[in-house]
């Protein structure tokens, strides 16, 4: 059966600044896409990862369709109304345009979608950051699918020896999606010389040599890109085929307890550690750390197991506690150097305004 998984999210509203949407607010929701996805969803799964609401479906109408895209554009606006009507912090904020055109993609939510003739068994993972950008999962994918200290399967399984072809995504070129396929294991140091960048090269998807299926799929919006001006940060969803043609469960997952520094925390404008948070968490230290969250399905026919929390286990506190420190460290240095992110990730806020004053005041000395 060819079955497609879309995941789309945005924050629509908060309580509080930024931690947590309202129960109303994931309950509007909730029924809205329960009650007009009817007919056409075979399944659906909603949540939340800090102040970001992630919807989760399943249906036969294959990627970029107009109709699954307008189910979540419409249950957002839903959702917007009573936040505004609860007085939420920042309400429909990823909903940057006013009317829907077909497709979600540019509009501000997040999408990623994997279609795919669904196996025997099909596992898969679920994805979602908050604050941070889409960049945030370039490190954990590339050790992930092209490692073999990180990815033993690379070396053991059969299904995997030939590697995995890469789409990676110029996320500053606003004219149109700009993008390059790279293959592993023959142009890994290529990948790698993109990938260290990321604010500016975000992987798209990757796929199977072997077979040629999709295993993954990655978000790459840029909301200041949209918007023109700083609206918050992307906070990037992903979904990752895992098993048989691809890495298992605890290959992708094993990156993750690096905590890496990416971009984001306060007003998405400093670097930080990414934490592995359980499912539906909020947001609190210096409205961060950036954090990411997993949920673990099995879909059959299109209908979703109940998901299972990934980094709900004893080992990802010892995890926790790791990255915390490092949260704690660099966050002692304030704004200076490396621990606020570089101008050209700056140009869209406040501090632009007082290097151009300041410019003016420069006298070159004689």
């Not at 992630?54 to 917007?80: D, Q, S, V």
């Not at 085929?241 to 400093?270: C, D, W």
Request: hydrophobic share 35%; net charge neutral.
């Amino acid at each position: 059966m060819k079955i497609t998984i879309s995941v789309i999210k945005a924050d629509i509203g908060s309580i509080g600044g930024h931690i947590k949407p309202s129960e109303s607010l994931l309950e509007t929701v909730t029924d809205y896409i329960s009650e007009y996805g009817k007919g056409f969803l075979k399944d659906f799964y909603i949540s939340f990862t800090g102040d970001d609401i992630a919807i989760l479906m399943t249906h036969t109408l294959g990627k970029g369709n107009e109709k699954i895209h307008k189910l979540a554009w419409e249950a957002f606006k839903a959702g917007t109304l009573v936040a505004k009507n609860q007085g939420l912090y920042g309400a429909g904020q990823d909903l940057l345009k006013d009317s829907f055109s077909g497709n979600i993609k540019g509009m501000g939510p997040a999408v990623a979608e994997i279609e795919t003739e669904e196996r025997p068994n099909e596992p898969f993972l679920f994805f979602a950051a908050d604050k941070t950008e889409p960049g945030a999962y370039n490190l954990p994918l590339y050790l992930g699918f092209t490692d073999p200290m990180y990815c033993a399967g690379l070396l053991l399984s059969p299904d995997m020896t030939k590697g995995f072809k890469f789409t990676i995504m110029d996320v500053a070129h606003t004219k149109g999606d700009k993008i390059i396929h790279l293959n592993s294991p023959e142009d890994i140091y290529d990948i790698a010389a993109l990938l260290r960048d990321n604010d500016r090269f975000v992987v798209e998807s990757i796929y199977s040599r072997n077979s040629g299926e999709q295993a993954a799929a990655v978000s790459t919006t840029r909301l200041h890109n949209i918007a023109g001006k700083y609206t918050g940060k992307d906070d990037p969803v992903m979904l990752i085929r895992v098993q048989k043609n691809f890495p298992a469960t605890g290959e992708i997952l094993g990156p993750y307890s690096i905590g890496h520094l990416v971009g984001g925390f306060m007003r998405g404008s400093h670097t930080g550690p990414l934490m592995p948070v359980k499912l539906n968490s909020t947001i609190s230290y210096f409205d961060g750390p950036p954090v990411v969250s997993c949920a673990a399905f099995c879909v059959h026919n299109g209908k979703l197991t109940e998901p299972v929390d990934a980094f709900d286990h004893p080992y990802w506190d010892f995890v926790r506690d790791k990255v915390s420190q490092k949260a704690y460290d660099i966050r002692r240095q304030g704004f200076s150097g490396p621990a606020m992110l570089p101008y050209s990730e700056l140009e869209y806020g406040g501090i632009v305004e007082i290097l151009k004053r300041l410019e003016k005041k420069f006298k070159v000395r004689k």
